[in-house]
C-alpha cells in the first residue's frame, strides 16, 4: 500500500469514526429474524405463488407483438 498524505489519512479516521457510531447486530440474532420475516412473506410473493401474480393489474396479458 503507498503512503498516504495527510488528507487521505484524515479521510480515513473519519471513516472509521462514522463506522464506529453504527449499531451492530450479532448475526445470531438477526438471521432468525430475517428468516421468520421471509417466511411470513412468501404468500405474497407473485415468483413463489403464481395465484398473487394473476391479481396485479400490471402484469403484461401477452407477450411480445411485432409490427
Avoid: A
Avoid at 412468501?42 to 391479481?55: S, T
Amino acid at each position: 500500500m503507498d503512503e498516504l498524505d495527510e488528507t487521505q489519512l484524515k479521510n480515513h479516521v473519519d471513516s472509521l469514526k462514522q463506522q464506529l457510531q453504527y449499531n451492530r447486530e450479532k448475526t445470531s440474532i438477526s438471521l432468525p429474524e430475517l428468516t421468520k420475516w421471509i417466511e411470513e412473506k412468501m404468500n405474497e410473493d407473485p415468483f413463489l405463488n403464481p395465484d398473487v401474480l394473476k391479481e396485479n393489474p400490471w402484469v403484461e396479458s401477452s407477450k411480445c407483438v411485432i409490427i
